[in-house]
């Protein structure tokens, strides 16, 4: 999953530290909230399945 800034619509940083979460815009040069942070959902390269679901093929049927 990819998260983006909400403001400019680039990749953030994820930010670790103490157990805490956050995510730090490059561009904006400023922190931003999990709340306001914009999710992605990466999409499979093509030809290829996701890894949590088998391919067509793989179920034997």
Do not use: W
């Not at 403001?7 to 730090?24: I, N, S, T």
């Not at 561009?27 to 931003?32: I, N, P």
């Amino acid at each position: 999953m990819m998260h983006l800034c909400p403001d400019c619509q680039q990749p953030l940083e994820l930010l670790m530290a103490c157990g805490c979460r956050d995510y730090f815009c490059n561009q904006c040069q400023q922190l931003v909230s999990k709340g306001r942070v914009k999710r992605l959902a990466s999409r499979p390269i093509d030809g290829q399945t996701p890894a949590n679901q088998p391919s067509s093929s793989a179920t034997g049927h």
